[in-house]
């Protein structure tokens, strides 16, 4: 594996590789690499010629009194896992922006609710290095965890809504062998918070396994298994508009946000 500092060079490599004819696949991320990072690593693995794996704590993706300074970083840890899944390219820039950067791109509407609500300009922080990293990387593909349900949503939105030409997939949400959704974040996690933290995936199951139409009967019996110091949310949304739904009539999510301790938790299911 290649490990990129510069983005001008991560660009001009690119280019030359465009010309040549290679595919090429980005799996963005913010290091500190778990199995479920893996995982996307390994869908967009057979589907690409030339591979890069972004690492880049971003910045504007990061409200007030939020984690950036305390992110956890595991270099040697993150190269390790690159290797073994094959990747060619880790892109890691120390800094991604140009000086003078003073652009945002913004989506409006689906980032309204849900974590948008709780994390003012977080998704438009998303949105603007995701763009950047396309430009600077030139993927024809780009994979996303199904973990960050809304963000991979807005990432569609953005590529479909500016013609971006990128095929964006999603990659399933990957679990711990206790149910906890892999996060980077759950390194924060003392082991009686984790305990706490397993409430989100039992409740979420067991809205998933209702079979009542009422959203208000499933998000009661959510409410109920939750064991958590505050949430921010317990919806159930239309799989695609992210609008909340009154019955489950249709394709349907049901998505939680909640603190434990210090640590900001989310996690989301399915329902049929
Ligand atoms: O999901 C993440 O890790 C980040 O939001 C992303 C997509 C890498 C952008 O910084």
Known sequence: VQTVHDPAAMQAQ????????ERIGLVPTMGFLH??????????????????VSIYVNPLQFGPG????????????????????????????ADLYEQN??????????TEGLCGADRPGHFDGVTTVVARLFGLVQPSIAVFGEKDY??????RRMVRDLAVGIEILGGPLIRDTDGLAMSSRNAYL???????????????????ESTS????????????????DSLDYL????????RPLDIIDRPARALVAARIGGTRLIDNIGLS
């Open 101 to 110: 950067h003073c652009t945002r791109v913004t989506v409006s509407g689906l």
């Open 235 to 242: 919806q159930i949304v239309d799989s695609e508009s992210l």
């Open 190 to 208: 003392s082991p009686p918070d984790r305990q706490r933290g397993l409430s989100l995936h039992r409740a979420l199951r067991a809205m998933s």
């Open 150 to 155: 809304q963000q991979l949503a807005v990432i």
């Open 66 to 93: 939020e984690d950036l300074e305390t992110y956890p970083k595991d270099p040697a840890g993150d190269a390790a896992a690159c290797a073994a899944e094959g990747v060619d390219t880790i892109f890691m820039p």
């Open 213 to 228: 139409q009422s959203v208000a009967d499933r998000l009661g019996l959510g409410r109920s298994i939750l064991t958590v």
């Open 14 to 21: 690119m280019r030359l590789r465009l010309a040549a004819g």
């Open 35 to 52: 199995l479920g990072h893996r995982s996307l690593m390994a869908l967009a693995r057979p589907l690409c010629d030339h591979l890069v």
